[in-house]
C-alpha cells in the first residue's frame, strides 16, 4: 500500500500549485481520499476530502474557494488544485485514504502518504 503526494514547492503568495496524491496497493476507487498540512509548531489539520460513491466534497473554511480537489479514479490519483495562496498555506501537505468514507479529518483514515513541503511566501 502506497500514497505518493508530490507537487510541492515554493510559491509566492497569490500564486498556485497542484499537488497529486497517487495510490497503490490497494482499490483506490472503494475509498474516500483527503488532504491535511501541517505547519511548523501547529497541529495537523484537514484540508478537503473527497468521497468514493458520490463525488462529495469538503473544505475547509481556510481554503474555501481557493483550492479545488478533484479524482480520477483511472489514474488512482486525487488533485488538490491550490490559487491564491497566502503565507498561512505553508505546510507540509498529507493525503490519507479511508475506507469508511470518513469526512471526519480526526478519525477513519487507514493509509497515509509521506508529505510534500507547500512553501508560500509574501
Known amino acids: 500500500v502506497q500514497l505518493q503526494a508530490s507537487g510541492g514547492g515554493s510559491v509566492q503568495a497569490g500564486g498556485s500549485l497542484r499537488l497529486s496524491c497517487t495510490a497503490s496497493?490497494?482499490?483506490?476507487?472503494?475509498?474516500?481520499i483527503g488532504w491535511f498540512r501541517q505547519a511548523p509548531g501547529k497541529e495537523r489539520e484537514g484540508v478537503s476530502c473527497?468521497?468514493?460513491?458520490?463525488?462529495?466534497?469538503d473544505y475547509a473554511e481556510s481554503v474555501k474557494g481557493r483550492f479545488t480537489l478533484s479524482r480520477d479514479n483511472s489514474k488512482n490519483t486525487v488533485y488538490l488544485q491550490m490559487h491564491s495562496m497566502r503565507s498561512e498555506d505553508t505546510a507540509v501537505y498529507y493525503c490519507?485514504?479511508?475506507?469508511?468514507?470518513?469526512?471526519?479529518?480526526?478519525?477513519?483514515?487507514?493509509?497515509w502518504g509521506q508529505g510534500t513541503q507547500v512553501t508560500v511566501s509574501s
Open positions: 496497493g490497494f482499490t483506490f476507487d472503494s475509498y474516500a
Open positions: 490519507a485514504a479511508s475506507l469508511s468514507g470518513s469526512f471526519d479529518y480526526s478519525e477513519g483514515y487507514d493509509y
Open positions: 473527497i468521497s468514493s460513491t458520490d463525488g462529495s466534497i
